[in-house]
């Protein structure tokens, strides 16, 4: 048992602040488990969300002494006991209670996407063929827990909350590229990328990439090679001129 200061972020929209409180922790808890704890024996109105405690629903996304964590996968022997700890909700979106914010900002996003939509199957008896290396360049974006750690570090939107209609954030880049980069898709998103997504916005700092838990390669695998796409359908110059000779 070692004995840790905790300083745990209490109030609502209207406001608040960290409140401190000394807690047991055993061998291999986690940030979660010190919450629980305050949350059973100190301040049983202490709001948190989590779900699966092992990585994998994305839910209890927070930040730990101001950096974008899931608490479930931060282990307490990070810290030295004499070391301060705060634990405050993610920034980016409006606060509810405590640890707990509105992310719905997310699910509206995720409704501007148009889904995947297969071409026809290459055989008769409906089967597709498609190259290994295809799939698994997609399999990356797949792993995607949405705990959108990546939309709270963004200075885009995290700064700039004006922002918000006019740029996805990294999690829907992912998305996106997931989908344009999926062999069997037959829509075209590039003007929505450019548009609605605003993929101009993101300068490429890589913030998103540093802090996402399932180590998704976010700038170099998800989103230079959409803004690629963009540049190569509006900003090349020979694709334009043919673009004007054609008319499409
Ligand atoms: S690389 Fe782009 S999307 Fe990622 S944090 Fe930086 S500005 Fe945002
Ligand atoms: S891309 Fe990574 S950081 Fe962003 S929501 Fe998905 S898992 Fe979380
Ligand atoms: S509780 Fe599910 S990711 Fe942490």
Same mark, same amino acid.
């Given at each position: +048992?070692?004995?840790?200061? /905790? ?16 807690? =047991?922790?055993?061998?291999?808890e986690?940030v979660?488990?010190v /919450?629980?704890?305050?949350q ?6 202490l709001a ?10 994305g839910?209890c996304?927070?930040?730990v002494? !101001? ?5 479930? +996968? *931060? ?7 004499? &070391?301060? /700890? ?5 920034k980016a ?5 405590d ?8 699910? &509206?996003?995720?409704k501007?996407?148009p ?11 409906? @089967?597709?063929? /498609?190259?290994?290396e295809?799939?698994? @360049? !997609?399999? =990356?974006f ?6 959108f750690l ?6 885009v939107? @995290?700064?700039?909350? =004006? ?12 998305r ?20 609605a997504? !605003?993929?101009g ?8 990439? =540093?802090?996402c838990p &399932?180590?998704?390669?976010? *700038? ?7 803004k690629e ?9 020979? @694709? ?9």
């Open positions: +048992m070692t004995v840790y200061n /905790i300083r745990v972020f209490r109030g609502d929209a209207s406001g608040g602040d960290f409140r401190e409180y000394v807690v =047991e922790v055993d061998e291999g986690v979660l488990d /919450i629980h704890t305050v059973a024996t100190q301040a049983n109105d948190v969300r989590w779900n699966c405690k092992a990585g994998k629903c839910s996304s927070a930040e002494n !101001g950096k974008p964590r899931l608490m479930c +996968m *931060t282990r307490m022997d990070l810290f030295a006991p004499d &070391e301060p /700890i705060s634990v405050a909700p993610i979106f409006p606060l509810i209670k640890l707990v914010t509105d992310v719905s900002f997310n699910f &509206e996003v995720a501007k996407i889904a995947f939509q297969p071409r026809p199957p290459d055989t008769a008896d409906g @089967r597709y063929r /498609i190259m290994q295809d799939i698994a @360049r !997609g399999q =990356e797949r792993k995607c827990i949405e705990c990546c939309q709270d570090v963004c200075h939107i @995290r700064d700039h909350p =004006e922002n918000k209609p006019r740029f996805f954030g990294p999690r829907f880049l992912v996106l590229a997931e989908l344009e980069m999926h062999p069997l898709d037959t829509a075209d998103r590039t003007e929505l990328i450019r548009e997504a !605003g993929i916005y993101c300068n490429i700092t890589k913030c998103c990439t =540093e802090v &399932e180590d998704i390669h976010i *700038t170099d695998n998800a989103i230079i090679p959409l796409r963009v540049a190569d359908r509006y900003y090349d110059p020979v @694709r334009w001129v043919l673009r004007k000779i054609s008319g499409r």
